[in-house]
């Protein structure tokens, strides 16, 4: 089939047909002489021409809007840079503060003629009934594996239909609820069979969202938004800045929102808090920033994409948009009643991720179907081989722990137990969603621990003791339990609050009562400071401590530590590395080269 905007003679096998404007000319598969066969060349070559001019169009089009593109992330780089100096109490913050928090897109953006590049598909009518978006997904595998042909580095349109419509995952007469072109069906192709279950496996998130999509523009323009992100990271480390897709579906979000926050009480609140979400996640520029300084992990983490940690714990979150989408959750009544499937469990991990990157605790309250968890049992297959993992906790009650330093201290060694099984085959875990739910609770323990200013007098008689474990247990988990890559530098965060820590309590006698602790602390702050101006000083203090408990191989430190938190094959290779530097300092000391 050709698609020629000229009118012209029928050819042999169809004849010409004038479908909304175009004249659509049908060739035949099986010519019956010679000039039919040219007649046929000539009209597939015309058709692929015109393609080819349209092409041509859309890139000139896209080079026009490029200065528009460089005001907008002027405006709104410089909106949110205002606005982090000086972040509202969310806990009183009103409906009225919501609005004055989008205040900051102005008219500007208003009077632009602002749209991403065009193509055929670009003069889509915004009347598609509910019904239409509900028939189309019933037909969508929510099984679907996003296509490499379509996510080159270098183009984000769909360069090649055969893949995707013998797959039957892409509707060509689709219609969508908002002036788009190609490239949605493959960002929600992706998000579909990719980036949502990610987040919840099993569940009805990806169809609710999927529907929600096709219902509310503003949350078609946040979850493309969020897609392309998604996308752009993946294909790092060259992540391109320059994205008007991007570009153009964030400020479609941000345009959109302010008019919903006209009316805060006739706003849909689920759709509000999913786009500053999505919003407050996703500021791809932060990813590019930490590019520049990217190292490679000290740590073999397990289990590292489980929920895209991966992924959003390089992104740094913003922090007014954070602000304004907890104001509008507590006009909710708190995340138990927002209602879009898995939107509380995302919101619950996005806080849970933002606190352990600023060493803070968590905003929200546990989930309750989180409190409601049975107790795990750890079966001897899983125990074995770690038999002696966290015993050691137990002397430092009352010293250095207190009870709920305790019990937190012992559901991550019992999640270690579950890792440990799954990476080795013993016992992989089947269910993810479970375990995923357990893994934040724990997570959301951990950060919710009060530090040793917040203690009640007489709680724990060594305060700095207390925290040095708090600290190192916090590094195992970035490392273990809740990996996160290094690129936003949390590594080197608790590595230098652990150092502030020990130096300032560097006579207490806390040390030479427990030796054993302090071999451990010294270890894993040692592993996380690799690349670190700090390596040294943990260097040169662990070569004191295991001298002094006549230590002189791996071995043994590892027969010390493993009855601390320390799990084998995410921590052996960081530690031998450290352990070498150990021996070279201690050498030189001696003399020997």
């Keep these: 089939m050709a698609n020629n905007n000229r009118p012209g003679p029928g050819v042999s096998g169809g004849g010409n047909h004038n479908v909304g404007g175009l004249d659509l000319q049908f060739v035949s598969m099986n010519p019956s002489s010679q000039l039919e066969k040219q007649r046929n060349k000539k009209v597939i070559r015309s058709a692929a021409m015109k393609s080819f001019r349209r092409k041509q169009m859309s890139q000139k089009a896209q080079d026009k809007v490029g200065p528009v593109r460089e005001v907008v992330e002027l405006h709104c780089s410089s909106e949110l840079g205002a606005k982090n100096n000086s972040l509202p109490d969310t806990r009183s913050l009103s409906a009225g503060d919501g609005a004055n928090w989008l205040g900051g897109i102005e008219d500007s953006f208003s009077d632009m003629s602002w749209g991403p590049p065009t193509s055929p598909l670009s003069n889509s009518s915004s009347n598609s009934s509910e019904s239409d978006s509900m028939s189309v997904f019933d037909e969508m595998p929510q099984g679907g594996r996003f296509l490499s042909q379509v996510s080159t580095p270098g183009s984000s349109v769909v360069s090649s239909p055969k893949s995707l419509l013998g797959a039957g995952r892409i509707d060509p007469f689709r219609i969508y609820p908002l002036d788009a072109n190609n490239t ?19 569940s009805q998130m990806p169809a609710a969202w999927f529907r929600k999509a096709w219902e509310r523009p503003i949350v078609m323009h946040a979850l493309a938004f969020g897609a392309i992100v998604h996308m752009d990271v993946l294909r790092s480390p060259r992540l391109s800045l320059e994205n008007p897709l991007r570009l153009f579906h964030k400020v479609q979000t941000m345009r959109l929102l302010k008019e919903e926050m006209k009316n805060p009480n006739q706003a849909v609140l689920d759709d509000v808090i999913l786009a500053i979400l999505t919003l407050s996640t996703n500021e791809v520029e932060t990813v590019a920033n930490n590019i520049k300084e990217k190292a490679r992990s000290p740590f073999n983490s397990p289990l590292a994409s489980i929920q895209w940690l991966d992924v959003y714990g390089c992104i740094s979150h913003v922090k ?20 879009l499937p898995g939107l509380a469990e995302v919101l619950f991990l996005s806080d ?75 016992k992989p875990i089947k269910d993810m969603a479970s375990f995923i739910l357990r893994r934040n609770a724990v997570q959301h323990s951990l950060t919710s621990l009060p530090s040793g200013e917040e203690l009640e007098v007489g709680e724990v008689s060594s305060v700095c003791l207390y925290e040095s474990i708090r600290h190192a247990a916090m590094i195992y988990s970035v490392a273990v339990t809740f990996p ?26 806390c040390w030479q009562l427990s030796p054993k602790t302090l071999l451990w602390i010294l270890t894993l702050g040692g592993i996380a400071a ?25 071995r043994y430190v590892v027969v010390n530590i493993e009855e601390y938190l320390w799990l084998e094959s995410a921590c052996d290779n960081g530690g031998r590395s450290l352990w070498d530097e150990v021996l070279s300092d201690r050498f030189l000391q001696m003399g020997i080269d």
């Design 184 to 202: 949605i069906p493959e960002l929600f192709d992706h998000s579909v069979g990719i980036l949502w279950p990610g987040f919840s496996p099993e």
């Design 530 to 554: 690799s690349g670190t101006d700090e390596r040294a000083w943990y260097v040169q203090n662990l070569e004191a401590v295991s001298g002094a408990l006549k230590l002189s191989d791996w």
């Design 484 to 509: 996160l890559p290094p690129l936003t530098g949390v590594f080197g965060k608790l590595s230098l609050a652990l150092k502030g820590i020990m130096e300032t309590s560097k006579f207490d006698p």
């Design 352 to 426: 849970v991720l933002g606190a352990t990157q600023n060493l803070s605790k968590p905003h929200f309250p546990l989930l309750l179907a989180a409190r409601d968890l049975p107790p795990l049992e750890i079966d001897r297959v899983l125990r074995f081989p770690l038999m002696k993992l966290g015993q050691a906790f137990e002397s430092l009650s009352a010293f250095g722990v207190n009870e709920r330093a305790l019990g937190v201290l012992q559901t991550m060694v019992d999640l270690s137990m579950i890792i440990d099984g799954h990476t080795r085959g013993a």
């Design 320 to 339: 007014t948009h954070t602000a304004a989408m907890r104001s509008i959750i507590a006009r909710r009544g708190g995340l138990e009643n927002v209602e």
